[in-house]
């Protein structure tokens, strides 16, 4: 199996084929449905049946970005001659959609994540693009789709949002010279920037109030840890599916390193974020516990652990890397 098919394949088999079907990451963020209607929308644009599986309501933060692209619907996602992961490289990142995603006839990964291996016929893994959306922006043209205003702004929402708004360190000058491109097609970059970031619903924010108030320092101020609890989300009216940003504002302290959230799912389920300012690699981190992700942003999920548990194992993990 190959890391790296050419572009140029993945545009053939896209071409040939008549129903393709694109699987974003669970929790979904700004690249992966960016990334994935983008290029729904180019297949459709190419004449082709193209869907977004999801398997989980739309967070809050992406639905606006949704133009007819995503669907539950199994009566729509039958016989799908090619399936893409798309901003996510292994099964566990999309676990009730894996039967039907094997139902594809031909299946391809594209991808930016570090921690991803090959495991599909064609794949296309490029850990040095800023987000999976810039990697879609290459490969549209290929499929002889000219990038329009809508197309453009589905890949700009990619961009923002996992470059941290031109912020982190993945955004390069190509991150810039395409975003520049996308303006210059009529993407209006401020008006998705209001619905990204600011278009909060006032539970979310008093939700991050709590989870502020119960966060922990340790490791001498270089690391924070905060959990998101089922009394929190009771008692605040906040939803788990719109933590987004949080993390980032809790690795935002002056001082810290290491940003850790747990989110409990279900009693003994907990998800686990990791943000990182500069130098500590969360994502070898993450994969340790069974996760993957970024160098500065990753995640697993811990199975059996009480948050209390949880928080001090992590606690003492994450005190390691410092010694
Ligand atoms: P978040 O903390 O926002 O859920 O995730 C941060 C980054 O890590 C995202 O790019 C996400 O795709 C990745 N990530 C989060 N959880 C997991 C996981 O359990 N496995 C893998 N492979 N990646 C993850
Ligand atoms: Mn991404």
């Keep these: 199996m190959k890391k790296n098919n050419s572009l140029d394949e993945i545009a053939a088999a896209l071409k040939k084929a008549d129903t393709v079907l694109l699987f974003p990451h669970i929790s979904m963020d700004g690249d992966a449905m960016g990334a994935s209607s983008a290029l729904c929308a180019a297949l459709r644009k190419a004449g082709k049946t193209a869907y977004v599986v999801v398997e989980e309501k739309l967070p809050d933060m992406v639905a606006f970005l949704d133009r007819g692209y995503c669907t539950e619907d199994p009566k729509l996602t039958a016989r799908p001659d090619v399936c893409v992961c798309v901003d996510c490289g292994e099964y566990k990142r999309f676990p ?3 039967t039907l995603f094997r139902t594809g006839a031909l299946s391809v990964c594209i991808d930016h994540h570090k921690t ?5 016929d064609l794949n296309f893994i490029k850990e040095d693009a800023a987000a999976t959306a ?10 002889g789709v000219e990038i329009d205003e809508e197309i453009g702004s589905l890949i700009y929402a990619g961009i923002v949002t996992d470059t941290g708004k031109f912020q982190y360190s993945n955004t390069t000058r190509k991150t810039h010279l395409i975003a520049a491109e996308l303006l210059a097609l009529g ?3 401020s008006d998705i920037s209001i619905m990204l970031y600011q278009n909060e619903r006032m539970e979310k924010l008093l939700l991050g109030a709590r989870i502020f108030d119960d966060a922990r320092l340790f490791a001498d101020g270089r690391a924070v840890i905060s959990c998101i609890t089922e009394k929190m989300l009771k008692e605040t009216g906040g939803r788990l599916d719109e933590t987004d940003g949080v993390t980032e504002s809790l690795r935002d302290i002056r001082g810290v390193e290491v940003a850790c959230l747990l989110k409990e799912k279900t009693a003994h389920t907990i998800k686990v ?6 130098d500590v690699d969360v994502a070898a981190f993450s994969e340790k516990n069974g996760g993957g ?3 500065k942003a990753a995640g697993f999920t811990l199975n059996g652990y009480s948050v209390e548990d949880a928080k001090n194992m992590i606690i003492q993990q994450i005190e390691e890397l410092f010694l």
């Design 96 to 98: 009730k959609r894996k």
């Design 116 to 120: 991803t291996e090959p495991f599909l």
């Design 134 to 143: 810039e990697i879609v922006y290459e490969l549209i043209p290929l499929l």
């Design 187 to 189: 993407v209006r970059a």
């Design 273 to 278: 974020s990791l943000r990182s300012k500069k």
């Design 293 to 295: 992700g970024h160098t």
